[in-house]
């Protein structure tokens, strides 16, 4: 039961903070959601309270950062620097957005799946919210913004060929979308993006949880983003997105990064594919291809 509860508290917390029009509670929802993810991840081994102690003490800087630079930035309306590298500082360590990537390959090396799940998920919700509103309010700090989004694209591309776990390549993969999501946040198409990358994630972490070999490497790929899975549309979004308006050397760094990630893409989605010891089940099968067949069916309809 009480896990149920801190459950609840995960689901509750990122939609009051989108659906608040103040900024303490919009702040408060963002930690209620935190605050009940930590208990569930210390239901693991005791590698698993190692990385949910490490996951806790830098997401308690990120909030205190968000905290000071968002009260001064949204109720006081200042635009110090100061206060603009707080905020923008806390939103990276909480998107796991260069420069504060360093903790997630090893934090999510030592978690289960659905921990996993949760990191790398529904609490990037409101982070990105509180993203896009910034942009939005503060439209000349978007080059920050953009210059961090590609790093953070090309850094999470260098650190998934340096992997050789899937869940430290997940969390590297992290990164890389992270960037192009903060990308997508000042140009547009940022929640279609972030709907679609989560449903191939969420499939990736079940058929791996379910020791489904064959439909995960079928899942990695999808992921990446090569023509014609569903992954490859939101990237197409976002690509037209800047191009209508006139952002092209914004799209030198993630588009680099798209050709570096696609490498250990299928590196690891090969690899599963030699792994596998026996057939998949149809429904996952069908439930993955199916998808992918959607998103082909609507680039055909927009051409």
């Not at 009480?2 to 029009?21: A, D, Q, Y």
């Not at 959601?33 to 490490?54: D, T």
């Not at 197409?236 to 760094?253: P, S, Y």
Request: aromatic residues 18%; neutral net charge.
């Amino acid at each position: 039961m009480s896990n149920f509860f801190f459950f609840l508290m995960l689901i509750i917390g990122p939609v009051v903070s989108l659906s608040s029009t103040s900024w303490p509670l919009c702040w408060a929802g963002m930690e209620v959601g935190f605050l009940g993810l930590i208990p569930l991840l210390f239901l693991g081994g005791s590698f698993s309270k190692e990385a949910a102690l490490k996951y806790f003490c830098v997401q308690a800087l990120a909030s205190a950062m968000m905290f000071v630079g968002g009260s001064m930035i949204f109720t006081m309306f200042s635009t110090q620097w100061v206060y603009i590298f707080m905020f923008l500082g806390g939103l990276c360590l909480k998107l796991a957005m260069f420069p504060g990537h360093f903790w997630v390959t090893s934090v999510i090396f030592g978690l289960e799946w659905v921990s996993c799940c949760f990191i790398l998920g529904p609490l990037k919700v409101p982070p990105l919210g509180f993203l896009s509103e910034f942009g939005f309010s503060f439209p000349e700090f978007n080059s920050w913004i953009l210059m961090l989004a590609g790093m953070s694209a090309m850094v999470g591309g260098i650190l998934g060929n340096n992997q050789t776990n899937i869940r430290s390549m997940l969390g590297a993969s992290s990164i890389t979308h992270s960037g192009w999501m903060a990308m997508a946040s000042v140009f547009g198409g940022l929640w279609q993006y972030l709907c679609l990358y989560l449903t191939i994630l969420f499939m990736v972490l079940i058929f791996l949880w379910q020791g489904d070999s064959y439909s995960s490497a079928l899942s990695v790929i999808s992921m990446s983003g090569l023509p014609p899975f569903i992954i490859f549309l939101a990237k197409l979004g976002v690509i037209q997105a800047v191009v209508i308006q006139g952002g092209f050397l914004w799209l030198v760094l993630p588009l680099l990064s798209a050709v570096l990630s696609l490498i250990f893409y299928l590196k690891f989605s090969y690899s599963l594919l030699l792994s596998t010891n026996r057939w998949p089940s149809k429904f996952s099968v069908f439930c993955v291809s199916a998808f992918n067949f959607m998103g082909i069916s609507w680039l055909l309809l927009t051409l």
